[in-house]
């Protein structure tokens, strides 16, 4: 381990945060030499807390109300994404899909002990880095796909106006880019743009 992960647990804002399980969580998380940043409530104050902390992870300890809590978790993580562990005993099929559809990267029910901590957790920082991965690859997939679509609707203006074959229209714009030292979707861009306010 390059850093030693900064953890904030999270728990129910009525639950102690002196209760059993957070203290079997604190101590596999101290066993394991991972770094406990904090112990806070899931309540309005979780967004700004985790801001300022700027956490690795974010472990939850919700006993059985796990719905509750996470509305707060996605409320924190919406802006910054980052891996999410949920230690709970609620085994409910809907509460365990609402946790993924939110982002928890493991859920975790019962047999809360020290050693199996650092494992779930290795297990879940791999697998929110895949997932991660994945949606940066479809965002410059999307944005990829959207800049095809500027570049070809300039080719086939300038096909319309100046009476240019495909190849032709695509070899002025790759000359327009490479004199203004532009990438090609820009010089396409600015292109609609003109006709757009010469109309």
Known sequence: ??????????????????SLR???????????GY?????????????????????DMLIVDAESDARDVLEHIVVATRDERRPIVMF???????????????GVSAYIVAGLQPERIQPVLKVALARFRQEQKLLDELEDTRHKLAERKIIDRAKGLLMNRH??????AYQRLRSMAMNKNLKLAEIAQRILDVEDLLG
């Open 1 to 18: 381990m390059k850093h030693r992960l900064r953890i904030v647990l999270v728990h129910p804002p009525h639950e102690s945060e002196a």
């Open 22 to 32: 957070a203290a079997a969580l604190q101590a596999g998380l101290q066993e394991a």
């Open 35 to 55: 770094e406990l940043v904090a112990s806070l409530p899931a309540d309005i104050r979780l967004p700004a807390q985790v801001a300022q902390l700027q956490p």
């Open 163 to 168: 009476g240019m074959t495909e190849d032709q």
């Open 88 to 102: 709970t005993e609620d085994d409910n099929q809907s509460s365990m899909e609402a946790a993924m559809e939110a």
